[in-house]
């Protein structure tokens, strides 16, 4: 079975930092891309950002971009997003996803905040 596990998320003021891990099991994680996504109150499930089976290229949301970094450590099965600058737009619950499948995780609780 699939389980994504995201952790990492708290309370930050505006302009810190967090940095989210999901820890992967239950498929060949290599083999996927990963993304993360995040959903505020009120709005549907937004892409953040992706990051192919290797780490060799990635893609963001306009709106992060130069903010937030996702990565991924293959032998950890393990994929990040280093978040940097943060902004109170945003707070969200962030959940990461492989490509070509429909699991989710229960998500981390990001809250910035002034």
């Known amino acids: 079975q699939v389980q994504l596990v995201e952790s990492g998320g708290g309370l930050v003021q505006p302009g810190g930092s967090l940095r989210l891990s999901c820890a992967a099991s239950?498929?060949?994680?290599?083999?996927?891309?990963m993304s993360w996504y995040r959903q505020a109150p009120g709005k549907e499930r937004e892409l953040v950002a992706a990051i192919t089976n290797t780490g060799g290229s990635t893609n963001y949301v306009d709106s992060v971009k130069g903010r937030f970094t996702i990565s991924r450590d293959n032998a950890k099965n393990t994929v990040y997003l280093q978040m940097n600058s943060l902004k109170p737009e945003d707070t969200a619950v962030y959940y990461c996803?492989?490509?070509?499948?429909?699991?989710w995780g229960q998500g981390t609780q990001v809250t910035v905040s002034s």
């Open positions: 996803k492989p490509d070509r499948r429909r699991n």
């Open positions: 239950g498929f060949t994680f290599s083999a996927y891309a």
